[in-house]
Structure formats: structure tokens, C-alpha cells
């Protein structure tokens, strides 16, 4: 049964606010910005029917206070919460609080937020179903002993991971026997500092892989559909940097394989809304790496193939319509491109807080620029670096490329350091402009 949104709070900050409250105003419904005292002047908060201070700057008395944000969204009359991505978007029991207090949770159901957060978990489902993993420890680890029994069987190098995790925190690759168990006990003490919990487990490590993802929606009819693939393997400690859409690695006939594999495994899942499956390339096989419940930093990219807003597309599907538009209708056009403009030293990476002097961004046929800053803004040091996210499309990979470098010389951010020069040496390398790279090509550029 559909339901009617009247007014939606954004739980989140910066440009994934300002996203949000630009699609619910597309369909004509009411936002509710929540904002830090470091984000009085925001432009998600200027642009919101209403705005409400949830706490000092440190995320934990903010954006990741669930007791504030529920309170919020009571005193202005919301009647769902959207989560953005980060903070509590993968979160199962925020999802859970927001329903038990009247509010509709923008995103798939909390079970699936569960089952997809736990790592381990989300291996053995997905095996089930028909998308397979890395070989790997089926189970957490508690000894160094049960670890080298896994790593007797599927050889060095291996993998450690945070069954609860992600973004590279409590990864450890081993190379040799003997440095298993320290690194076993490494990996457990930064888990359990970064998410509550200390379980891990190990799987192959793959030297050279390709990070590939299929963006996928679903409604609450059982009908499913794969927007096809994104390319991220331009990537810096397993943080993204940029990502392209279609993947230089995939045809058309394993593009419309892998998609129908992953569409078949998310209508056994019973998973609704938006969600991302993502996986590691080794050779020709794609093997399963993770599931991600929300509304992806990069959705852009498969916006601009496709043609379809995914966010408008999330709140239509949470309020219990029908897909609108079937598999046979997802025709991909031409080539898009997206680099993450952060707040960093192109050189060493390193935060780059404070305030923008100067701002300009760049226009013309095929270029997008998702955005929270303006000329003025201050960035704190409080949150992720991410300034904005430059798009384009094209014909074609190649005059993306032409386009993407046009696009990032007329990008003008003055008063701090970012990383904009850092993308034009990615988008001057050779196996970048070939397609022919994988997630060490930035290290690569590094150490040249």
C-alpha cells in the first residue's frame, strides 16, 4: 500500500543533504534539515523548508545522535527520515527506532540492514544465493591457530577483515605465516576500537583486483533491476577517488551476466529500496566483497547513464510504489565520469580544513557539480574531507576523459588545499586513459 510524504528530515550534512532536499522538493514534499552549531550556515540548512540544531560539532553529539535527530523529526512534524549516506544510514537499529517512533525509514527494511552489516553474514548469504566470494574463513576467528588452519587451505597472501566494517579499518594484508598472528590481533584491537566489535576473518587476497559495483533498486513487489556497473579502482587506502560508468573491463555479454546474477540474488533476499553489491575482480571472475544499504557517494555516475534520479527514486519506492520502469528499459548511453573533490594536499593527503576564499565551479554540456561549499564556507575539521563531486558525460570513455580534464582546470577552490591536482595525474596516466588499471594504479602514480 502507497503512503504520501508530507515532510521529510534529512539526517545527514553537506552535499548529500542538499541532494536530498532538492528531490523531495521535486515531489513537492517539506524537508527538515538537522545541523550541527559548526553547520548553522550550511547551504542544506538554508535550503530546507525548516532547520533544527541537534548538538555541538563532534559527530557523536550531532549527526550520530539518535536521541536528538528522533527528537527533531517529533517537534517538526516529519513523517520519514531519510539517512543520506555514512553516519546512521547502515545502521539497523536506527532504522529500527525511526519505525518504532512513527517515522518511515528511507532505505531497505532494518533486517537487511543487519544481515548486509555483518560481513561474515552477508558472505554466507550471498553464497547462498548464488553470488560467491573470495575463499576465506566461513566463520570470525578467535585463535591464530584457526587462522592458520584457513590459511593452510587457501594460501598466502590473505586478508584480514572487520566482520563489522569497512573504508580499510581493520585490514591487515599478511604475507608470511609468522606475521599472521600479530596481525590477527592488530586487526581485532582497530574492529573493535572502530565499530564495537573485535570479530574477523580472512579471505584470499587478490594483488591486482578491479573493484566493480551494481547499483541495483528494488520495490516492495518483488520486482528487481540492475542500473549496471560502476568502475572503482581508482582508489587511495580503499577510499574512493574516482569512479566511471560503464567499467573498461566488462563487455556487453558478462555486463548482462553478472547483472542478472545479482538481480536474481536480491529477489531471493527479499531486499526493497536502493542498494549496492559490490565485488573484486580478479581475471575474469567477479567475487562478492560486500553489500551496501544505502544511497552510494558515487550514484551520480549511474544517474548520468541511465537517466533516472535515484534519490527522487528512493523516496517514491519508500512510500510504496512500483518500479516505474523495467529491466528492458535501462539502456545505457554513453560514458560518465566522477572525481571526489576532497579537502586534502594533493601530495600527501593530509586534511586541509578552514575557509574558502575563492570558488568556482565548472559548466557546460555533460558536467555536474554536487556540492554543499560556496565562496565563504568553512570546512571543518570535524567531518569527512569530501567538498563535492564532479561529474561528466560523454559520447564516449575517451571524450569523458577530454571533458573530465576540461571540467577540472576551470574547478576553482582558493583558501584551502584539494586534490583536483592529484585527479589530473590520475587522468593523465596511460592505464587510466587505456582502461587498463586496478586498485594499485594510485600508489603506482605515488611512487613515480
Not at 542544506?44 to 532547520?51: C, E, G, P, Q, S
Amino acid at each position: 500500500m502507497s503512503r504520501a510524504f508530507k515532510k521529510i528530515l534529512v539526517a545527514n550534512r553537506g552535499e548529500i543533504a542538499l541532494r536530498v532536499i532538492r528531490a523531495a522538493r521535486e515531489l513537492d514534499i517539506e524537508t527538515v534539515a538537522v545541523h550541527s552549531t559548526a553547520d548553522a550556515e550550511s547551504l542544506h540548512v538554508k535550503f530546507a523548508d525548516k532547520a533544527i540544531c541537534i548538538g555541538p560539532p563532534s559527530p557523536a553529539a550531532s549527526y550520530l545522535n539518535v536521541p536528538a535527530i528522533i527528537s527533531a523529526a517529533e517537534v517538526s512534524g516529519a513523517d520519514a527520515i531519510h539517512p543520506g549516506y555514512g553516519f546512521l544510514s547502515e545502521n539497523a537499529q536506527f532504522a529500527e527506532t525511526c519505525d518504532r517512533s512513527g517515522f518511515h525509514f528511507i532505505g531497505p527494511k532494518a533486517e537487511s540492514i543487519r544481515m548486509m552489516g555483518d560481513k561474515i553474514q552477508a558472505r554466507k548469504t550471498m553464497n547462498e544465493v548464488g553470488l560467491f566470494g573470495l575463499p576465506g574463513s566461513p566463520d570470525p576467528l578467535e585463535t591464530a591457530e584457526e587462522a592458520m588452519t584457513v590459511a593452510r587451505e587457501i594460501g598466502f597472501p590473505l586478508i584480514i577483515k572487520a566482520a563489522a566494517g569497512g573504508g580499510g579499518r581493520g585490514m591487515k594484508i599478511v604475507r608470511e605465516a609468522d606475521k599472521l598472528g600479530p596481525m590477527l590481533e592488530l586487526a581485532r584491537r582497530e574492529a573493535e576500537s572502530s565499530f564495537g566489535s573485535g570479530a574477523v576473518y580472512v579471505e584470499r587476497f587478490v594483488t591486482n583486483p578491479r573493484h566493480i559495483e551494481y547499483q541495483i533498486v528494488a520495490d516492495d513487489f518483488g520486482n528487481v533491476v540492475h542500473l549496471a556497473e560502476r568502475e572503482c579502482s581508482v582508489q587511495r587506502r580503499y577510499q574512493k577517488l574516482i569512479e566511471e560508468s560503464p567499467s573498461p573491463a566488462l563487455d556487453d555479454e558478462k555486463r548482462a551476466e553478472v547483472g542478472e546474477r545479482v538481480v536474481k540474488a536480491i529477489k531471493k533476499l527479499g531486499y526493497t529500496n536502493v542498494g549496492t553489491i559490490e565485488f573484486l575482480m580478479d581475471g575474469d571472475e567477479l567475487y562478492f566483497m560486500e553489500m551496501n544499504t544505502r544511497i552510494q557517494v558515487e550514484h551520480p555516475v549511474t544517474e548520468m547513464m541511465v537517466r533516472r534520479d535515484l534519490v527522487r527514486l528512493q523516496i517514491q519506492l519508500a512510500e510504496g510504489h512500483p518500479l516505474p520502469f523495467t529491466q528492458d528499459d535501462v539502456e545505457l548511453r554513453g560514458h560518465a565520469i566522477e572525481c571526489r573533490v576532497n579537502a586534502e594536499d594533493p601530495v600527501n593527503f593530509a586534511p586541509s580544513p578552514g575557509v574558502i576564499s575563492a570558488y568556482h565551479v565548472p559548466g557546460g554540456t555533460g558536467v555536474r557539480v554536487d556540492s554543499h561549499i560556496t565562496t565563504g564556507t568553512t570546512v571543518a575539521p570535524h567531518y569527512d574531507s569530501l567538498l563535492a563531486k564532479l561529474i561528466v558525460h560523454d559520447l564516449d570513455r575517451e571524450h569523458a576523459i577530454r571533458r573530465m580534464k576540461t571540467a577540472l582546470r576551470e574547478y576553482v577552490v582558493e583558501g584551502i588545499k584539494t586534490n583536483i591536482p592529484f585527479h589530473r595525474r590520475v587522468l593523465d596516466n596511460p592505464g587510466f586513459a587505456r582502461g587498463d588499471y586496478d586498485t594499485t594504479l594510485v600508489q603506482t602514480i605515488l611512487d613515480g
